[in-house]
């Protein structure tokens, strides 16, 4: 069975540019969350999904930051426009059933804001 | 404010000596208790859980931990560390009734020497 995949692994923009991350879930699990990782900071929950719906977005940074489940599969994470504070590691979990049950992650994606 | 602390940033084990990575929570109840490990390019392994009864979880790769209550704390150990187990270790906890979002500690990088 395949993990969680994102995508890209990598990306380095210009402050002011738009990025989008993807995140491909394990099949069939419901909970898909956003996490993020500043540089020498700890990793801080962004928002979670369950299916297509958003049920808690208090940890998104600002309005810049748009995310969507399309039909409860891939979730797309979008910076517009990204600012020199957006650079860090971006992780998606998945999980199934309970909402306590392992959150399975992805290796994340690394954004670079120049 | 419910939060995560790992004390120790960066901590140097020789192989096959025992290992303790602390970890201190604040938060008003028992919440629910993780410990994940982060290997260079991988994404984030849950070793154990906690969640009631028998304060010491048994987890994998030879991990255990335990909770206690009165110092807030939920310590992992091992008794003998292996050059492979050389990777950042997080502590994270999810407060009962908040969607299953998982707030982490700073992490703790862990070398092991030959």
């Known amino acids: 069975e395949a993990g969680v995949t994102q995508f890209p692994s990598h990306s380095v923009i210009e402050k002011g540019q738009t990025v989008t991350l993807r995140c491909d879930p394990i099949?069939?699990?419901?909970?898909l969350y956003w996490y993020r990782r500043v540089m020498g900071k700890e990793i801080k929950f962004l928002l979670h999904?369950?299916?297509?719906?958003?049920?808690?977005e208090s940890g998104m940074p600002n309005n810049r930051f748009l995310a969507e489940r399309t039909g409860g599969t891939y979730s797309t994470l979008k910076v517009q426009p990204a600012e020199l504070e957006d650079s860090g590691v971006y992780f998606c979990?998945?999980?199934?059933?309970?909402?306590?049950?392992?959150?399975?992650f992805g290796p994340g994606t690394r954004l670079t804001v120049l | 404010a419910q939060s995560v602390t790992q004390p120790d940033i960066h901590i140097t084990v020789s192989e096959g000596a025992s290992l303790e990575l602390r970890c201190n929570y604040s938060?008003?109840?028992?919440?629910?208790l993780f410990w994940y490990v982060q290997s260079p390019g991988q994404g984030l392994q849950l070793l154990l859980k906690?969640?009631?009864?028998?304060?010491l979880v048994q987890g994998i790769k030879g991990f255990e931990a335990e909770f206690k209550r009165s110092q807030s704390s939920f310590n992992l150990r091992k008794p003998s560390v292996h050059w492979s187990d050389a990777a950042e270790y997080f502590c994270?906890?999810?407060?009962?009734?908040?969607?299953?979002?998982?707030?982490f500690g700073q992490g703790t990088e862990l070398s092991v020497k030959p």
């Open positions: 099949s069939g699990h419901d909970n």
């Open positions: 979990a998945s999980s199934q059933g309970g909402l306590y049950n392992e959150q399975f």
């Open positions: 994270a906890v999810a407060p009962y009734n908040q969607g299953g979002k998982l707030i």
């Open positions: 906690y969640f009631s009864g028998d304060t």
């Open positions: 999904f369950v299916k297509e719906s958003k049920q808690d």
């Open positions: 938060y008003g109840a028992t919440p629910y």
